[in-house]
């Protein structure tokens, strides 16, 4: 059952303090590999998945004190072969959430928050749905305060290496008791907004989820990312541009608005072709960007000493 995060007003409010007997977020594997995931060549050293391996991982709930510990031992147990993380949280505990996000960047795993439903005439629902094969997976739906990632949520969704999902709540993080150390709760929270702050620039977060470092206690806005639902961070964006070239939606567009595709009509032989072309240009674009993310994937080993230095 996905659960609800807390209504809005008071609700979404994060307190200084996350609530003490609130539950820790469920991490759970959200699909298997199929006979078309990983396995040579597309791992460099050879290793294949079984259908008993999991590339993508759920994390449902607030997130608390223990969380990075579950997500990171399912990771390790399906590295290199778990690609992408999706999430449904209302927020929790920021130095928690900064760690889960930090394991994420450095295995360049994708983030998936919940999308809104796009249905005419309905209220705004919201849904986040696994795809693996043919096979497609509901994880959450209903209102965005059913469905979506808030607060400290959006910690973990900016670290992602592809940023997909577009409900999204803006609110200042929550700090737990443990992250007082001794402190008064004055000086504790300035502190702990620095470093989520830090955080977030570092992972090139968007301007408008960078502001809920500097969001008053209390405040709660929905945002949605002004380029569409699905981004990459500018310094990954420069990688794969770099390596695998680049096709957009907008130049998607702009070949459907020259060859007049607005209109329904039958396609000409030539614009078949042309269509054809650009088709296999878009598939070699994502084969290469989904490779060098296995690459990167098959050889970095965060568990080491050294990566933890």
Known sequence: MPRRFRRAGLAFATALLFAAG???????????????????PGYPTGRKPTD???????????????????LSALVRANHPFLADLYVNSP??????????????RKLLVSVEAPFWRK??????????????????????????GECGCASSCLIVWAAGARR?????????????????????AARAYPKLMRRTHD????????????AMSSAQPGSFT????????????????????????TYTDEQRQALLKDIGLQQVRPLSPSERVRLAG??????????????KFRDHRDRADPWSQEARQ
């Not at 609130?22 to 040579?40: K, M, Q, Y």
């Not at 577009?166 to 402190?183: C, K, R, T, W, Y």
Request: one cysteine or more.
């Open 119 to 144: 249905d005419r005439g309905q209220a705004p629902e919201a849904e986040l749905v696994a795809v693996t094969g043919d096979t497609i997976f509901e994880l959450c739906s209903g209102k965005p």
């Open 222 to 245: 929905w945002t949605k990312p002004a380029s569409g639902g699905e981004r990459y961070p500018p310094s990954v964006a420069s990688w794969l541009a770099a390596s695998c070239g």
């Open 164 to 184: 997909n999902g577009d409900v999204l709540g803006v609110a200042p993080p929550a700090i737990s008791e443990q992250d007082f150390g001794g402190e008064p």
């Open 278 to 291: 650009e088709d296999r240009l878009i598939a070699d674009v994502q084969h290469c960007r989904a490779q």
């Open 22 to 40: 609130a539950h820790a977020a469920d991490v759970s594997c959200a699909a298997l590999a199929s006979g078309t995931e990983g396995g040579s």
């Open 199 to 210: 955080f977030l620039a570092e992972m090139e977060a968007p301007p408008d989820v960078l």
């Open 91 to 104: 927020g929790g505990d920021a130095a928690e959430a900064m760690r889960i996000g930090t394991l994420v």
């Open 52 to 70: 008993k391996t999991c590339i993508a991982a759920y994390l449902d709930g607030p997130i608390q004190r223990g969380d990075f510990d579950k």
